[in-house]
């Protein structure tokens, strides 16, 4: 259970952002201190064209680099260096004309001040889908 006082932070913190069918939402390789929230719309995420996951409404990704970021500045390193240390593991893709929500490194921090066990809750998503990848280009490269 989230308070209400927290619900509104993140209301007031992320950013709408629009993206087109085939618009690229992330790249591989593309460093960036954002996760996403997919309020209308599906994505793919995926490698060399090879589909990983199907993301729906209601769903988010990036989450892998804002937990990195939030750990590495939380730990001494500069925004800067944590932003140059880390890629997107995935290109994601607008399937459809989506509606994304997007959350930055700066907010992000505030959140989890504030209920730190969004944290591990997006840490706990972050390990799955790291596994989940790791496991898949295993597969592809047999």
Known sequence: DVDESCVQLFAKVVQRRIYKAGDFVTRVGDTGDVMFFISQGSCNATIGGEVLERLEEGQCFGEV??????????QGMSRADAVKSLERMADVVAVSDCVLFALG????NGLVKKVP?????????????????LQQINGLSE
């Open 65 to 74: 680099v804002l937990t990195k970021m939030i750990h590495r500045t939380q």
């Open 105 to 108: 490194l700066e907010h992000a």
């Open 117 to 133: 066990r969004i944290y591990y809750s997006l840490e706990q998503l972050s390990k799955i889908r790291t596994n989940r990848l």
